[in-house]
């Protein structure tokens, strides 16, 4: 009876040993199995500007980007419109933002949102009325310190390079507008209106390609002409004293050329080469005698005073005078001891004159058209002729016969 107990134990245990391994070898087909229907695919994680591909065979999008070592806040958003479980595929984070979003009427609000400017739109219930934009392309997503803005829109043109681009913005600059078609500026490029004028209806935009070059040039420079005058020489004469020059420089010019054509020159530099000589012409100052014919009396002068030695006198009149005066004279006479004006006494050869046409002292050479030549004079006095306007000079005589016998006449008074 042991011996058939103990030979069922030995048979049950072959049996279970059997049993044990049919077993295990299900369970690893299974395993087998299960692997073979849960394939590996790649998926592109987009945060921001880095991309992070990672290989799973997960289907969930966080289980995925936990395991690619992506952290995500409890504000950021993931997009996974873009993922397909067992596909090659792509999730999308989208990073939360401290934004501003401003109403078509200044309102602004301050929020934290995670996503594109469309889905800040949905969030606040926001529907843009025809004749609106907002200040970025709806697909723009969020960063810190965005301004969105709900503004009018305007419709605006630019020209550049020879094309024109006419399109619909909203509030803004006309750098912004620039920006919007892709125009770029060169440094010396000019834009019209200012860069950052405000954009209204209708704004066109102009902007011009700017070059400017550099070129020397070697220019002659004209001599000036001056005047001098002499006392040497009558009013009717005039001689070149000095012969004219002209000299040279060399420039440099910076030339602007605007869309291709030239357009303006500036000399930025200038170097003399060889000065210039004026020309100088003189001309004279000195009237020539009034010639006197017929002399009266064979020119014998009525003054009683010296000529000076230093006085020539051709013809009833003297070669060398500063100027000519002509105008009328009368006479007068005194008693032989009165006093004139500055305090002289008496006597033919001191005559009377306005003092502020004739100065006191002036030495004069009188002498009348019609030949009498009252001579050699000095105005020594002064009368209330002067007050009339009639006279320019009074000449004494020692009698009152002598004055009526001159009269008043038409004189040339010689300022010596």
Request: net charge negative.
């Amino acid at each position: 009876m042991i011996t058939e107990i103990k030979g069922y134990v030995k048979a049950s245990h072959k049996a279970f040993t059997k049993v044990t391994a049919l077993i295990v070898a299900l369970a690893i087909m299974c395993a087998v199995t299960a692997f073979a229907a849960s394939p590996s695919f790649y998926v592109d994680i987009y945060d921001g500007n880095e991309i992070t591909r990672v290989l799973t065979s997960k289907s969930d999008p966080k289980t995925i980007v936990s395991q690619a070592g992506v952290k995500l806040d409890d504000r950021d958003k993931l997009d996974s419109t873009g993922f397909t479980a067992g596909e090659d595929s792509a999730l999308r984070i989208y990073r939360s933002a401290t934004v501003s979003f401003t109403d078509i009427d200044g309102n602004t609000i301050y929020t934290v949102f995670a996503g594109t400017v469309q889905d800040l739109l949905e969030e606040l219930d926001v529907t843009l009325s025809d004749g609106q934009l907002i200040t970025y392309p709806l697909d723009t997503i969020l960063k810190d310190g965005m301004d969105v803005r709900v503004t009018n829109s305007y419709d605006v043109s630019v020209t550049a390079d020879g094309n024109t681009s006419s399109f619909t913005m909203g509030e803004g600059t006309v750098r912004d507008a620039l920006n919007r078609v892709g125009v770029t500026l060169g440094d010396d490029d000019e834009v019209s209106p200012e860069l950052d004028s405000e954009v209204c209806e209708g704004t066109a935009i102009t902007v011009y390609r700017v070059s400017y070059s550099y070129r020397t040039v070697t220019e002659t420079v004209e001599f000036t002409k001056k005047t001098e005058k002499s006392a040497e020489l009558y009013t009717d004469q005039q001689v070149i004293s000095q012969k004219g020059v002209n000299g040279s420089k060399k420039v440099t010019y910076c030339d602007k050329t605007v869309d291709g054509k030239y357009a303006s020159s500036e000399a930025v530099s200038t170097v003399v080469l060889e000065q210039t000589v004026p020309q100088i012409t003189t001309v004279g100052t000195k009237q020539r005698p009034v010639v006197v014919r017929n002399l009266k009396n064979n020119g014998s002068p009525i003054s009683e005073l010296s000529v000076p030695s230093n006085v020539t006198v051709e013809n009833g009149a003297p070669t060398n005078y500063s100027k000519i005066i002509t105008g009328k004279a009368s006479a007068y006479t005194a008693s032989p001891t009165a006093k004139t004006s500055t305090g002289r006494t008496v006597k033919a050869g001191y005559v009377a004159v306005n003092p502020k046409q004739i100065p006191y002292g002036s030495e004069l050479w009188i002498v009348s058209t019609d030949g009498i030549v009252y001579g050699y004079a000095i105005a020594a006095d002064t009368g209330g002729f002067i007050h009339k306007g009639k006279f320019t000079v009074d000449l004494f005589m020692n009698t009152e016969s002598e004055c009526k016998q001159w009269g008043a006449r038409d004189v040339i008074i010689y300022v010596l």
